[in-house]
């Protein structure tokens, strides 16, 4: 997969799926599948680190991240996010630090987060640099403290026009992809009609070109975590803890290991 696919995939009608990974095992599993993209997100931060937010994350730990990602993974494309502060002080920064991840992770493209006009210069100098870009907007969690939560964003139809228009100044930045998050299905539906950038929507309704979700959220894996959009599409943390508590019996009760799961002083056995 690259870049450029995404547009055609776009183009033909296509669906594209998305999932996030922070790690080679999954990465590994991952690569075996259809899957269109992977993403390194800065819910890295949240689901792998503990982290309260993704707030602390930091571009070395994004890169650390991404490099194991991408030794497991050849077939889909490889976007890793820009985690706070690492683009929002100056363009310039913001190519250096797109620069690093694409350097020293492999990746193929970057993610970052709000649509104001530092955000879609940084994204455009980036382009201009050969650096593929996806932008998100709606409920973008590095600006928390400035939204007072993690709710669905614009339903209110001002802030409804706000994020269109900083959907086609990211568009006209050049970007590839655009995720939308947490929005009104309408609103999502009538962005992906206007601008030339793969949509690609987490909460945001079915009329977007792809959809993304954070893999241990729809695996099961993230006990607790239950919003409205997502589909857990196995409940592999159940089945975990059995697996963990059936070894532990085992161990208790003499079980395991058998002979047939032990060696001789003869060999023979492998
Ligand atoms: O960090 C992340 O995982 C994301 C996705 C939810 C889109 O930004």
């Known amino acids: 997969m690259t870049t450029p ?28 599948t259809d899957l269109d993209a992977v993403l390194v997100g800065d819910s890295l931060g ?3 680190l503990g982290y309260r937010s993704t707030l602390p994350v930091t571009l070395e730990e994004m890169i650390h991240h991404a490099s194991a990602v991408r030794r497991g993974l050849e ?16 363009p310039e920064e913001a190519v250096r630090s ?42 973008t969690p590095q ?3 400035e939204f007072g939560g993690y709710g669905v964003r614009a339903r209110d139809p001002d802030e409804a026009e706000v994020t269109l228009e900083r959907a086609r100044a990211l ?30 929507g987490i909460g945001a309704g ?3 070109d792809g959809q993304v979700l954070v893999l241990p959220d729809m695996l099961g894996l993230n006990r607790g975590f239950e919003p409205r959009f997502l589909r857990k599409f196995a409940e592999l943390g159940e089945e975990a803890r059995e697996a963990v508590d059936d070894y532990v019996d085992a ?20």
Do not use: N, W
């Open 143 to 145: 600006s928390v403290h």
């Open 5 to 32: 696919d995404f547009l055609r995939m776009k183009e033909q009608g296509e669906r594209i799926a998305v999932l996030t990974c922070y790690d080679h095992l999954f990465a590994r599993l991952l690569d075996t």
């Open 46 to 48: 949240e689901v792998t």
């Open 171 to 200: 568009d006209d930045a050049g970007c590839f992809s655009i995720v939308l998050e947490m929005v009104p299905s309408e609103l999502a539906a009538r962005i992906t009609g206007d601008v030339s950038a793969a949509t690609i």
């Open 251 to 270: 161990v208790k009760d003499g079980d395991y290991p058998s002979s047939t799961e032990s060696y001789s002083a003869g060999g023979g056995d492998g």
């Open 75 to 90: 077939g889909p494309l490889l976007v890793v996010d820009l985690p706070f502060l690492s683009f929002q002080v100056s």
């Open 206 to 208: 079915p009329e977007v």
């Open 98 to 139: 797109a620069g690093r991840v694409l350097k020293e992770s492999g990746a193929e493209a970057v993610k970052l987060e709000g649509g104001g006009e530092r955000v879609v210069e940084a994204a455009r100098r980036m382009v201009d640099a050969g650096i593929p870009v996806m932008g998100h907007l709606g409920l």
